[in-house]
């Protein structure tokens, strides 16, 4: 690390010219004053004679963008050649037009932002086309017909008549297109809001965060507040309240069943390969269905670059790599890769991680502060144990564009996370291994009727495969011969595959309508089986189910003059595994008051026909232990919703204040889906309140930003058929408060980003009493008896994490190098714990209390074998480099 740094330093001294992203807001502004400006805040230098740009205007209003960016712009509006001739010298002319009088010409820009309109189609009624180039440049042959209609995916279809002195010429983007960003930098730069209350997560538009050196989708989205994880993962994320399975996660319409490796704490998407996510908190489309938590809609992208884009990249974990190539101005192909490096080398990065995800021990007390002696923790040390970790994904995406009334693209999967553990304890040696799979394609199918009517048809195919196994071999004899004594296995197997049509229709700049219908079929199976081959004994369950889904849904969306809407919608579904026909209304709402501040509100009911269940039996619980099962209306009910929230959004000039309160009501929950701390051996059904405060307050001063996100939540669960149990009490995930505090700076090529966080311990169930109690077999038996459920909470949650990025050349290539250091002061905490334990029946011979004899223990008395901690993650530090060409 101090080899990096030292590179930092000395790049630093090198003064490598990189392109800085500002803003650049101008409002027909003269040519000169704007050049001047961009001369001050980029030290280039542009050569000009006057009279060249004598009674030239600029109109631009663009965020985040490089000076080179917006050249393409400038020449399209003033019709000047604006060409840089070096890193520091832009040279501006006039451009030889030809002379024929046979030759039409002009620049096509959009109306609202003034960049040009690229490879739109222009045609008129002879059928002669003209296509524009990179920089919305278009000439052709002058005829008797130089009417010619502009026809552009998200524009306005509009007749224009082309001379030949190639002037601009604007064109308005369709209503459906207009102002749907109502807050750009919401958060920080690439997390936007939209009028309709969802937020984007841009990838390419991502400003520094706090403890990150790429940017992660998963772990951006946990900026926003009321979004956050329990475990310090990036896809372990609840959203109000919900459970992470509670969440819909669609890649490129693709229905995902897992999204991380090694126990969730890496995103299992490239980032350069998600252009952009999509976030719903609430207020949901009726377009959406099947969880009853968060949307988390990821996109690829859908446009035809106009040049060759790729990149490479390093970090402590993995390298990856990525290609966008425009086979013409109608094909383009995107290729991502990424592969980790830790089966051949475990860097420091790893081992922190590692460190983290295998420790599984720790003191462990009663309500009274006395430590429990467990005999059998599984106390393994880095010199008894082994560990191997990999992971593999690779997407690929055909986007063809044949016309400007249809689109269509087809994009690909495949994400696997290989993970082998073993250690050896006295005698004892125990391994496990986890093997996880993402499958799948999809295919779109975009098109224009007109321009107020608009249709898409969306297939896909979606595969998860989740196999775990956990060998136990033991030396019966003590001749140093190890037999295999114990199998466990799980596996879960998904197949998912479904079909999607949507109809938009603009009444008019007021009213929208959408109408749709989708089907798909879901079949899953889990296999559970428990082997002892000395004994010559099994047992094995199996469970296969599937699911046929019907829904139509249906949405009206009326927007007021100030920007206001008022959304409505409908979604009637049938699940076949329940045969029960369910009606989901929707509805949201957005109000502007004054100029700066809007009011909103949101109704909404969802249900979801599958859920995880938290797997106790046949696991070391040193892995993952989730299984996939849909719902049968008996033993795993049907999940539900009801959900209602408001509150006020305020945003003036650099300062932004945002609140929202919510409430939901959820059915549906049983002791398995929910994973208690303590063992509990029967399926009863309950359900949850959650109520809650999301609270956002961010400030800009130029280059710096500063902002503060935090969450209020009470989780309280309710399952009548618990004995010793109050009617209620806090649920699992019940975090009362969350607290985030970032600050981000940038200083020419540099970029600095420093963040806390703070959240309340997790509730957790005590111990009252423990005490060795010793069987017939004379072996040791701990008996225990727990406190009050979730009566009690881990110590409360907090870390410090920054980052450092540096941008410059190699020659012609963009390169960057980062630096990140997660938990700054190395504050090590337990975040969860399980106890793992059974009821034993009493033997012939009875258990004896030590030391005496003649007595019992009670039928109902619990043997507690070992506790299971989870903890957060120590100081870990990475670095990454990068090259874009």
Known sequence: ?????????????????????????????????????????????????????????????????????????????????????????????????????????????????????????????????????????????????????????????????????CSPIYVNPSAENLDQVLLIGYVT?????????????????????????????????????????????????????????????????????????????????????????????????????????????????EKIPSKLQAGFGLDGLSVDAYLKAPLNDKVAVYLFG???????????????????????????????????????????????????????????????????????????????????????????KVVDSLSTKNKGVSTSWKHTTNDKQHEELTAYYSEYNSFYQNDELKDEDNNGVLDLEEINTRRNDITDIGLNFSSTTQINEKQKIALGYQISHTDLNVIISKEKPLDAEKESSLQDNDNLKNALFGEYVYQFKNKGFLNTGLRFVHYSNLGNFLIEPRLSFEYPLHKNFRIKAAIERRNQPISQLVEFNHTELRLENNLWRLSDGKDFPLLSSNQISSGLLFHHNKLTFDVDAYYKELKGLTTFTSGFSN???????????????????????????????????????????????????????????????????KLDKWQFSLGWQYRTGKPVTPVNNYEIKIDADGENAGVVNFGALNSDRLPDFHRLDASIIYDFKINKLRAQLGLSALNLYNRVIPLNLVYKAERKPLDDGGIAVEGTTGSTLDEREVILEQVIQRFSLGFTTNASFRLFI
């Open 679 to 745: 063992p509990l051996e029967n399926l009863e059904e309950g359900k949850s309140t959650i109520k809650g405060i999301d609270f956002l307050l961010k400030y800009k001063w130029d280059h710096y930003k500063i902002w503060a996100g935090y969450t209020f939540n009470d989780i309280i669960f309710q399952f009548p058929n618990l004995k010793d149990t109050s009617d209620k009490f806090s649920g699992n995930n019940d975090v009362t408060h969350q607290l985030r505090i970032s600050n981000t700076l």
């Open 1 to 165: 690390m101090k080899t990096l740094f030292y590179i930092f330093i000395f790049l630093f001294i090198l003064q490598t010219n990189a392109q800085e992203k500002l803003d650049y807001q101008y409002q027909n502004v003269p040519l000169q004053e704007v050049l001047e400006d961009i001369e001050t805040k980029n030290k280039v230098s542009f050569s000009f004679a006057k009279d060249v740009i004598a009674n030239k205007f600029i109109t631009l209003n663009s965020k985040e963008s490089t000076y080179l960016e917006i050249l393409d712009a400038m020449t399209a509006q003033t019709g000047l050649l604006i060409k840089p001739i070096s890193d520091t010298q832009i040279i501006i002319s006039i451009i030889k037009k030809n002379s024929d009088s046979s030759t039409i010409c002009g620049y096509l820009l959009d109306a609202q932002n003034r960049f040009p309109i690229t490879y739109a189609v222009l045609i008129n009624t002879n059928g002669n086309t003209i296509t524009t180039n990179s920089q919305g440049y278009f000439e052709g042959k002058s005829s008797t017909d130089n009417t010619y209609t502009v026809n552009q995916t998200g524009y306005e279809k509009t007749v224009i008549i082309i001379s030949t002195n």
């Open 189 to 301: 730069t690439g997390i936007d809001r939209n009028k309709d209350g969802s937020i984007d997560v841009t990838s390419n538009s991502l400003g520094i965060l706090p403890g990150l050196v790429t940017p992660d989708l998963m772990q951006s989205i946990q900026l926003v507040p009321g979004v956050s994880t329990l475990d310090e993962s990036a896809t372990g994320i609840q959203i109000r309240g919900g459970s992470p399975d509670q969440n819909l996660i669609l890649f490129d319409d693709i229905k995902l069943y897992n999204s991380g490796y090694f126990y969730g704490m890496f995103s299992a998407f490239n980032p350069y390969a998600t252009q952009k996510a999509t976030l719903f908190k609430s207020g949901t489309s009726a377009a959406y269905g099947d969880r009853i938590s968060g949307i988390i809609d990821i996109s690829t992208g």
């Open 338 to 428: 990424r592969r980790s490096y830790t089966d051949l080398y475990k860097s420091p990065t790893y081992d922190s991680y590692a460190d983290k995800n295998f420790t599984n021990f720790g003191v462990t007390k009663d309500i009274n502060g006395t430590i429990l002696n467990l005999e059998t923790d599984d106390d393994f040390t880095p010199e008894t144990s082994n560990n191997e970790f990999s992971f593999t994904d690779f997407n690929a995406k055909i986007i063809i564009k044949p016309n400007a009334d249809n689109s269509v693209s087809i994009s690909g999967l495949y994400t696997h996370n290989r993970l082998d553990f073993d250690f050896m304890g006295g005698d004892e």
